[in-house]
Nanobody
């Protein structure tokens, strides 16, 4: 089983930036695509971005051009650089291994990291 630990969230003003990290441990495969998801209060969890082992990326339209996903395979860590943040980006952010294309998550969810964007 894989354990996922997200970090880097916080409170930021609109237009600001944050960098999230997700460390995977346990029975990990550095070859698995990884994705970021988020869940805002009262809403369902939604896909944000994903990255392949080789660095191929895909983004939800709502974050395209503002967020950048990257990974360090040697450290089993995936990152999400978030720029020009908007109040609607406020959510708990989670990472997971995913099936490329469907974005179906494979592992149990971690605790996530809270991102709050003030207007």
């Amino acid at each position: 089983q894989v354990q996922l630990l997200e970090s880097g969230g916080g409170l930021v003003q609109a237009g600001g930036s944050l960098r999230l990290s997700c460390a995977a441990s346990g029975r990990t495969s550095s070859y698995s695509p990884m994705g970021w998801f988020r869940q805002a209060p009262g809403k369902e969890r939604e896909f944000v971005a994903a990255i392949t082992w080789g660095g191929g990326t895909y983004y939800a339209d709502s974050v395209k051009g503002r967020f950048t996903i990257s990974r360090d395979n040697a450290k089993s860590t995936v990152y999400l650089q978030m720029n020009n943040l908007k109040p609607e980006d406020t959510a708990v952010y989670y990472c997971n291994t995913v099936e490329w294309g469907s974005w179906r998550p494979y592992e149990n969810w971690g605790q996530g990291t809270q991102v709050t964007v003030s207007s």
